[in-house]
């Protein structure tokens, strides 16, 4: 598929991999649309691309579901849905909150489910779209102190095979990128501190590799890992 001019949905586009994989996909001509709750602002790029942000909780349904009404609106086609946002909490399984579980749930798991079913009937008629779901080494081995983030990026994963085989008869492609410890602003507030990190374009460079790749072909689960 081709980034030029396609309509591409990036949630949590106000950092980390969400707003350097933003700023790549308006370089490369995209017509990029950010979700996430604070306002994300980005030029136009060289390559011609657009940007533009809308502000949304997407621990809450209901936001989703008007942002989305908001890009059919005012177009262009969802071609493209990047599911990125993410929640970490990590701690004791007897001390974490209940609230920390309920967010992690609804902002890893929920909201991706969600803002998929708000993109696919209309890729489903089109006969041609793409759903990349960023979950998270975490989704594939337990974590020691991480035992609710680990459910929710475990549920990710599953998500994403399932719907593979749901949609591929329609000509969706549903990748799943599983990064290891990546340097954003993630661990500014973590108790786990990963000693080795990786930059943040080494998964925004998997993303497009798997966005570009030709039509019939499917980054299935692609996982990176700092050496």
Not at 104 to 118: D, G, K, R, Y
Not at 157 to 173: N, Q, T
Request: some cysteine.
């Amino acid at each position: 598929m081709k980034i030029r001019d396609a309509g591409i949905v990036v949630t949590g586009s106000s950092s980390g991999i969400g707003l350097a994989l933003s700023e790549a996909l308006v370089e490369n001509g995209g017509n990029v649309i950010g979700l996430s709750r604070r306002k994300t602002l980005i030029p136009a790029g060289a390559g011609g691309g657009r940007f533009r942000s809308f502000q949304a909780d997407l621990s809450l349904p209901e936001d989703i579901a008007e942002a989305f009404r908001r890009i059919q609106e005012e177009g262009p086609p969802v071609d493209i849905l990047v599911n990125n946002a993410g929640w970490g909490e990590f701690g004791d399984m007897e001390t974490l909150p209940r609230e920390s579980w309920e967010g992690m749930l609804s902002v890893n798991l929920a909201a991706p489910f969600f803002a998929i079913q708000e993109v696919v009937s209309a890729m489903k008629e089109r006969r041609r779209g793409m759903i990349i779901n960023v979950a998270s080494i975490a989704g594939k081995r337990g974590i020691k102190g991480a035992a609710a983030y680990c459910a929710t990026k475990f549920g990710l994963v599953g998500l994403s095979a399932s719907l593979k085989e749901e949609f591929r008869e329609y000509g969706i492609r549903v990748s799943c990128i599983c990064p290891g410890a990546v340097d954003t602003p993630f661990f500014d507030t973590t108790s786990i501190q990963p000693e080795k990190r990786m930059d943040t374009m080494a998964v925004v460079d998997a993303i497009i590799a798997a966005i570009v790749a030709d039509d019939d072909v499917l980054h299935e689960e692609v996982i990176i890992c700092p050496l």
